[in-house]
């Protein structure tokens, strides 16, 4: 019987002379990985790669994964910046390369939380094996960037204005990590053009919308937004999952996000998904 195996790599990166480090997960590792499907799992800000979700569901995925730390964060090497959306596309790009020269792997799907999932979705508009992948799911990815500056260059202001920028405090991995985030930084974040998902984003690509309905990073509207943007496409779907009482980052939620990602997973390769809501386990409840 195959068993499981979790390998890390150290993915040279040569755009910053550093290693990209991230976790393989292999359900069959005695067996050839040549044209075997993998997927990718993604984190957001000043996450990484056993963050939130990302573990468990690599752990129960019924095919192999691939996680990794975006540049700068936890055990990759490279510096991050607050405006480095396209750094994590370079990352991205460079990650895939290296699965597909070095093991043969496709890729079949994309999992993505907050920023994650806006580097994941302008990956598959902008790349040639983006048109090949079959499936994306986006967990609180954000669509109006703008909101980030409107929202945060009040509280940044005060230090703007004395040191020239603002630096945060927050625990990443269970370290204390100092981020210095500067005026120029946070403007450039906020024109992230995620509007290419309109006419971009490959047609053939099943998603799987997830969002809070108390999530005060990135407001719940934003995920109606990529349901309208995403939900025309053929013969592609686009499946919303709104999840009751749950913030940004799905606290004390994980087991149900990755229990929902599976089931949308089960129903995407039975045929059976249609465009619209996507609800999992209420049938009696509501």
């Not at 949308?264 to 249609?274: I, P, S, T, V």
Request: some cysteine; glycine content about 8%; aromatic content about 10%.
């Amino acid at each position: 019987m195959a068993t499981r195996q979790s390998t890390k790599l150290r993915i040279p990166h040569s755009q910053d002379d550093c290693e990209l480090v991230g976790i393989l997960e292999q359900l069959a590792p005695e067996e050839s990985t040549q044209g075997r499907k993998i997927a990718l799992i993604l984190h957001g800000t000043m996450g990484h790669k056993d963050y939130l979700f990302q573990k468990r569901l690599a752990l129960r995925f019924p095919i192999d994964s691939f996680r990794f730390d975006f540049r700068g964060n936890h055990e990759s090497g490279g510096q991050r910046t607050q405006s480095g959306i396209a750094r994590d596309v370079e990352d991205l790009v460079t990650v895939v390369s290296y699965l597909r020269n070095t093991y043969g792997y496709e890729i079949d799907a994309v999992v993505g939380h907050s920023r994650g999932s806006v580097v994941g979705m302008h990956w598959l508009c902008t790349s040639e094996e983006g048109q090949r992948v079959r499936a994306m799911v986006n967990a609180s990815g954000r669509y109006r960037m703008d909101g980030v500056y409107g929202m945060l260059k009040n509280l940044y202001k005060e230090q703007w204005d004395f040191k020239g920028h603002y630096e945060r405090t927050v625990t990443v991995a269970r370290q204390t990590v100092v981020e210095r985030v500067y005026p120029e930084d946070l403007e450039q974040f906020s024109k992230w053009n995620t509007a290419i998902v309109w006419d971009k984003f490959p047609a053939q690509i099943d998603v799987l919308t997830m969002h809070g309905l108390l999530d005060k990073t990135v407001p719940s509207y934003d995920a109606v937004i990529y349901s309208r943007a995403l939900g025309a496409r053929t013969p592609g779907t686009h499946n919303l999952h709104l999840v009751e009482k749950a913030d940004h980052n799905f606290t004390k939620r994980q087991d149900e996000v990755v229990d929902c990602i599976l089931e949308w997973w089960d129903a995407l390769n039975q045929g059976r998904l249609k465009t619209g809501i996507f609800m999992t386990g209420v049938r009696g409840k509501l």
